[in-house]
């Protein structure tokens, strides 16, 4: 069974950082897409950050480039997302998505082309 496990949210205060972890069980990320979206209360969930078959490249929105990095080790299995000088709009729930290998640079940011998902984990940033 295919487990996404994400941690390392918190509250903090602008211009912190935080660093959240997706681990896997029941899958390897091998040539797979890894991503963050987040959703905040009362919004559609928007893609933040991806490593593109398996780390061919890497994205960003455009709202977070500059200060977010995606990463992954694949000895433990885990993606990162190193979030730093965090705004008060950061504030959501963040969830890690993996995809089963088909997924297709243009449909990247598209939260439907993604099979696994975590749980959520919370991030708040107070002004």
């Known amino acids: 069974q295919v487990q996404l496990v994400e941690s390392g949210g918190g509250w903090v205060q602008t211009g912190a950082s935080l660093r959240l972890s997706c681990t896997s069980t029941?899958?390897?990320?091998?040539?797979?897409?890894m991503a963050w979206f987040r959703q905040a209360p009362g919004a559609e969930r928007e893609f933040v950050a991806a490593l593109f078959r398996g780390g061919s490249s890497t994205h960003y929105a455009d709202s977070v480039k500059g200060r977010f990095t995606i990463s992954r080790d694949n000895a433990k299995n885990t993606v990162y997302l190193q979030m730093n000088s965090l705004k008060p709009e950061d504030s959501a729930l963040y969830y890690c998505?993996?995809?089963?290998?088909?997924?297709?640079?243009?449909?990247?940011?598209?939260?439907?082309?993604?099979?696994?998902w975590g749980q959520g984990t919370q991030v708040t940033v107070s002004s």
């Open positions: 998505a993996v995809d089963n290998s088909r997924l297709i640079l243009s449909s990247l940011r598209n939260a439907d082309y993604y099979d696994y």
């Open positions: 029941g899958l390897t990320f091998g040539r797979r897409t």
